[in-house]
């Protein structure tokens, strides 16, 4: 693995959100093909990173970045296209950059979703086939891999709010695919490992969970238990809170699967949520509470670079022996000028709270605008801005910042 020093300076992407070429080489659909587009937008085209990925490597060589972190489309491998990984593998490496592969970013195979997906949990035992194929292609040039990516937003936005493809509204009924979510990630981790892969972890996002008054501490102890722990406990401890364990399909075994010992622990993180008791008729323990004393993205998210290192500790203090932490997604939106002045605070902020807090690397979300799943392409979170009718990449100055904070 290539790195200046120990520590890896990255740029995160994922596949439905850059690649496009929807048809290309007999690709599937995927969940997110189908889900209601966000004023008639959709990621058939999106960066047109399926066709222009040399141009885009050139642009991580420019920045000076060491590492990129990028997901591989399970419905491409599911029509048999892994040449375009292959070739996108060789360019990374011929420019001295690192490849560190998610194997799932969100893309369901609509065939697998059709079939039940992560409510069913033959869906853990697909995708260990898949990683089993992705690694048996590429685990000798890839030496990081990350099976699954923020199964929390799988489980929460996909199938308990509906927020997010598939669209399910189950809410506590959702919690069966956070078993087969964590199944899944260990099922690959074997998978992985026996073919030769050489680091292998995982990408949880997470959050401090912020009690709006000392009365509303179990509302924030509950969302967290949801968003933070249901995976982090069973990946790193074999266990599930015990509020939540009995609604979850776990056959003796799986825990001793799910907890295999990993390389690294990805922590994917954007800001706090704070909580409070729910009003009369919520169905859930918890409400939501705007945290408006900090400024906002574009997107609406509070600012709060220190609830970067805050969830750091709080990983540290409740497992002993958390192996080295990669912050593999960190990032903001804001709308419009390349001038970019917000973002590169946003960034300086939180890259600080990161090396305070020891970790082995930082992944900028995201190195060019993209489609942001339910926002469609309303929302920019690039270093680079992509001009979406011409295909026409632009550095922001937080693009020229990073470049050179990386070079020191």
């Known amino acids: 693995m290539t790195s200046t020093g120990d520590f890896l300076w990255g740029v995160s992407t994922s596949a439905f959100q850059i690649e496009g070429s929807f048809t290309a080489a007999g690709r599937q659909p995927s969940v ?21 990925y040399r141009e885009d490597v050139g642009l991580m060589r420019s ?66 086939e898949y990683a089993a194929r992705v690694a048996e292609r590429l685990a000798d040039r890839v030496g990081m891999w990350i099976p699954i990516n923020e199964p929390a937003m799988v489980t929460l936005l996909g199938y308990a709010t509906g ?47 912020w009690a709006a ?62 909580l409070r008791l729910p009003s009369e008729g919520n169905p859930l323990p918890f409400e939501l509470v705007d945290i408006d004393e900090y400024p906002k993205t574009g997107f609406g998210w509070p600012v709060v670079p220190s609830g970067l290192s805050e969830m750091i500790t709080l990983l540290r203090d409740r497992f002993v022996d958390l192996p080295p932490v990669y912050v593999t997604e960190s990032g903001c939106s804001y ?31 995201s190195l060019m605008d993209n489609f942001e799943w339910d926002s469609g392409y309303s929302q920019r979170f690039g270093l680079v801005h992509v001009d979406y009718a011409t295909q026409q990449r632009t550095p922001r100055a937080s693009y020229e910042w990073y470049r050179d904070r990386i070079r020191g």
């Open 32 to 52: 997110w093909d189908a889900f209601p587009a966000f004023e008639g937008h959709d990621a058939s085209v999106a960066c047109d990173h399926y066709r222009r």
């Open 63 to 128: 920045l000076g970045v060491n590492a990129y972190r990028f997901s591989v489309s399970w419905p491409r491998v599911l029509a048999g296209d892994l040449v375009f990984y292959d070739r996108l593998v060789d360019e990374l490496l011929e420019s001295d950059i690192a490849p560190v592969v998610t194997l799932y970013h969100w893309d369901t195979p609509l065939t697998v979703e059709e079939a039940g997906g992560w409510l069913e949990r033959d869906t853990a035992h697909r995708f260990a």
């Open 163 to 209: 927020q997010h493809a598939p669209g399910k509204a189950l809410l506590y009924d959702a919690l069966p695919t956070a078993h087969h979510l964590n199944l899944a990630h260990g099922l690959a981790v074997q998978a992985l490992r026996a073919a030769g892969a050489r680091a292998v972890g995982t990408a949880n996002n997470h959050t401090p969970a």
């Open 213 to 274: 008054t000392p009365d509303d501490a179990p509302a924030a102890e509950a969302y967290s238990e949801l968003h933070n722990w249901l995976y982090a406990d069973a990946q790193l401890a074999g266990r599930y809170p015990d509020s939540l364990a009995d609604r979850l399909p776990i056959v003796d075994g799986d825990l001793a699967i799910v907890s295999a010992p990993l390389d690294f622990y990805g922590v994917n993180y954007y800001n706090p949520t704070r």
């Open 335 to 365: 709308p419009h000028s390349l001038e970019d002045t917000e973002r590169i605070e946003y960034l300086d902020g939180h890259l600080e709270e990161a090396l305070k807090s020891d970790v082995r690397g930082y992944f900028v979300w």
